[in-house]
Structure formats: C-alpha cells, structure tokens
Nanobody, 118 residues
Framework: QVQFVESGGGLVQPGGSLRLSCVAS????????MAWYRQAPGKQRELVAH???????NYADSVKGRFTISRDNAKNTVYLQMNNLKPEDTAVYYC????????????WGQGTPVTVSS
C-alpha cells in the first residue's frame, strides 16, 4: 500500500516562503507522476502542481510563477517550493500519485497545513 507523509507547513506572513516535502513509501517512486493538492476550509481539494517521471511539470494558474514542484527519486520525495505566498494559499496540502487517465488517486496522507496571515 502506498503511503505519503507530508511535512513543512506552518504559519507564514504574506509574501513569505515555505518548502513542503512528501515522502512516499510502498511504491516504485521514480516511474510515477507525483502531484501536490490542497484543500482550503469549506472548499474541494484541488490540484496544485504535478511532475512526471521525466521531470515535466504543470501548475494551476493560481500558483504559476510562485510555486515550484521538484522530486528526488533517490529519496522517494517530492517537494513544493512556495514563494510569494498569499492568504488565498491557506489550505492543507497533500501529495499523491495520481493516474490522470483513470482518475485514480491513492489513499490520502494526513497533509500539512499552511496558513498565510499577517
């Protein structure tokens, strides 16, 4: 069973930065697309960014130019560097291993909360 452990969230002022990490276990990490999602209070979970096995990346329009997704296959870890954070980035952030064709996602981890506030 695939498991994800997210970390790195916290309270940050607008304009600040955070780097999230997600360690995956129970999977051959390097061959899969990995993604970051977020769920704000009272809203549905949304896709923030994904990175393919080959390193190609894609971002939601709301975070383009501010967030960077990367991966370290040797450490089974995917990162999300978040710069110029805005209050609307406040959410719990999750990683997952999505299959965009079948729409399948794995069991969610506990996520890491990010609060952007002055």
């Amino acid at each position: 069973q695939v498991q994800f452990v997210e970390s790195g969230g916290g309270l940050v002022q607008p304009g600040g930065s955070l780097r999230l990490s997600c360690v995956a276990s129970g999977t051959v990490f390097s061959i899969y697309t990995m993604a970051w999602y977020r769920q704000a209070p009272g809203k549905q979970r949304e896709l923030v960014a994904h990175i393919t096995s080959g390193g190609s990346t894609n971002y939601a329009d709301s975070v383009k130019g501010r967030f960077t997704i990367s991966r370290d296959n040797a450490k089974n870890t995917v990162y999300l560097q978040m710069n110029n954070l805005k209050p609307e980035d406040t959410a719990v952030y999750y990683c997952n291993r999505p299959n965009f064709i079948s729409k399948h996602v794995e069991v969610w981890g506990q996520g890491t909360p990010v609060t952007v506030s002055s």
